[in-house]
Nanobody, 122 residues
Framework: QVQLVESGGGLVQAGGSLRLSCAASGRTSSNYIMAWFRQPPGKEREFVGWISPNGRSTYYVDSVKGRFTISRDNAKNTEYLQMNSVKPEDTAVYYC???????????????WGQGTQVTVSS
């Protein structure tokens, strides 16, 4: 079992920055692909990006490319989502997830955090 806890959400103005963290405990999270998803108000959960177990590879959905950066520190069992140049449409509950596969499908990730709210004001 892997337990994930997100932090760092909050209110930010459009154009600003925010960094989310996802702390893992339990089974070694460094063996897993880590991902971020988000769920905007009234919409379905959507993929944001993933990072490989060794942190050398990342992949992002087009809407966040060039603005968001995923990183991980396996020594600290922590994954990060650096959000720059945020837009009101980035408003959502953000979730971190861990799983064995490189996939955009949320149902294929085994472990989830509880989510953290990010609100971007215009």
């Amino acid at each position: 079992q892997v337990q994930l806890v997100e932090s760092g959400g909050g209110l930010v103005q459009a154009g600003g920055s925010l960094r989310l963290s996802c702390a893992a405990s339990g089974r070694t999270s460094s063996n897993y692909i880590m991902a971020w998803f988000r769920q905007p108000p009234g919409k379905e959960r959507e993929f944001v990006g993933w990072i490989s177990p060794n942190g050398r590879s990342t992949y992002y959905v087009d809407s966040v490319k060039g603005r968001f950066t995923i990183s991980r520190d396996n020594a600290k069992n922590t994954e990060y989502l650096q959000m720059n140049s945020v837009k009101p449409e980035d408003t959502a509950v953000y979730y971190c997830a861990a799983g064995p596969s490189y996939t955009l499908a949320w149902s294929l990730y085994q472990y989830w955090g509880q989510g953290t709210q990010v609100t971007v004001s215009s």
